[in-house]
């Protein structure tokens, strides 16, 4: 499996906060970003870093470094994506962002996309997916998809709780795709949510029931 379970103290600490059921909406919001900081922290650890001349303190030339290639896109999936977003901007400021927004076809049951604004040059970038629940996969595997068809081949998906359907569906369609978690739950219930799992994320982040 291609998945990598974060297990910093801080990040276990603040997962277990999240899934109180009394957690508020400011404090579910501010615990996202916190943990969407840290967690970016870990998920970017093997960014590759190349020399890089700088003008030093005294008039001397000093070997510097520099993250190598471009600057990576970071891509929230609507709507509860959002709610990682600042935390990780917090640490990659220069990120440019790539939006995703997908909705269920009645029909067919697969997610369709109805809003994709990505930036440019996503066949140079490396891609940072962010969704803070994995549950079935559906989502996860359509953006990774539409990514995948603009040429992107560095992508990563960090999400907070991940359930072993979806990780089993994301890593079948895109085995090259490493999900970074701070836990991996139990299973779905017959509402697709994960169990224990933290609830439904996008209105706890947002207010909405
Ligand atoms: N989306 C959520 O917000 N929560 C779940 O448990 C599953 C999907």
Redesign the pocket.
Do not use: R, T
């Given at each position: 499996m291609n998945i990598q379970i974060i297990t910093h103290p801080l990040v276990r600490h603040k997962l277990s906060l999240m899934r109180e059921a009394d957690c508020s909406t400011g404090k579910f919001r501010t615990l996202t970003k916190e943990l969407s900081r840290l967690m970016a922290y870990e998920a970017t650890r093997d960014f590759e870093i190349e020399p890089h001349e700088i003008d030093g303190w005294d008039g001397s030339k000093i070997q510097g470094e520099r993250i190598k290639g471009k600057t990576l896109t970071i891509v929230p999936i609507l709507r509860?994506g959002l709610g990682m977003l600042d935390g990780v901007l917090d640490l990659i400021p220069t990120a440019k962002i790539s939006v995703v927004g997908l909705q269920r076809d009645e029909e067919t049951l697969q997610p369709v996309p109805y809003f994709e604004k990505l930036v440019d040059n996503m066949d140079l970038r490396p891609a940072l997916i962010i969704d803070?629940?994995l549950?079935t996969g559906g989502s996860m595997v359509a953006t990774i998809d539409m990514l995948k068809q603009k040429g992107c081949r560095n992508i990563k998906a960090l999400v907070l709780?991940a359930a072993p359907e979806g990780v089993k569906l994301v890593n079948e369609a895109h085995p090259d795709v490493t999900i970074y978690t701070a836990a991996l739950d139990s299973h779905?219930n017959e509402n697709?949510?994960?169990i224990p799992?933290?609830?439904?994320?996008?209105?706890k982040i947002f207010g909405t029931k």
């Open positions: 509860a803070p629940m549950a709780v779905l697709g949510y994960i799992g933290l609830g439904d994320a996008g209105d």
